[in-house]
């Protein structure tokens, strides 16, 4: 049975950092691209970035770009989102997600697509006080 949860979410200030982590159980995401997406409040859920298999490339949104950071960890099964220099736009439900994509597909879903990610995980909640 498949099972994708999120956590590391919480309550920070203003250019504060969290590390949020996404443990998979019931499958092996070694051959599959990994997203994080956000969904704010009384907004539509958006892009934050993709871990490709392909290629290994990392795509940001631009909202995002040069705060932080995706990776993960293959043996242990788990997904990472660093963000750094938070925001209080930044306040969110973030979910991880997983697919078989092209390059191409992860580059986009990082700018608010949602191509073929088969896999969702349960949110967390990111709250950012200014």
């Known amino acids: 049975r498949f099972s994708w949860q999120a956590s590391g979410g919480g309550l920070v200030q203003t250019g504060g950092s969290l590390t949020l982590s996404c443990v998979v159980s019931g499958f092996s995401f070694d051959d599959y691209a990994i997203g994080w997406f956000r969904q704010a409040p009384g907004k539509e859920r958006e892009g934050v970035s993709c871990l490709s298999r392909r290629n290994g490339g990392r795509y940001y949104s631009d909202s995002v770009m040069g705060r932080f950071t995706i990776s993960s960890d293959i043996a242990k099964n788990t997904a990472y989102l660093r963000m750094s220099s938070l925001r209080p736009e930044d306040t969110a439900v973030y979910y991880c997600?997983?697919?078989?994509?092209?390059?191409?597909?992860?580059?986009?879903?990082?700018?608010?697509?949602?191509?073929?990610?088969?896999?969702w995980g349960k949110g967390t909640l990111v709250t950012v006080s200014s």
């Open positions: 997600a997983a697919g078989r994509i092209s390059d191409y597909e992860c580059a986009q879903n990082a700018q608010g697509a949602n191509y073929g990610m088969a896999y």
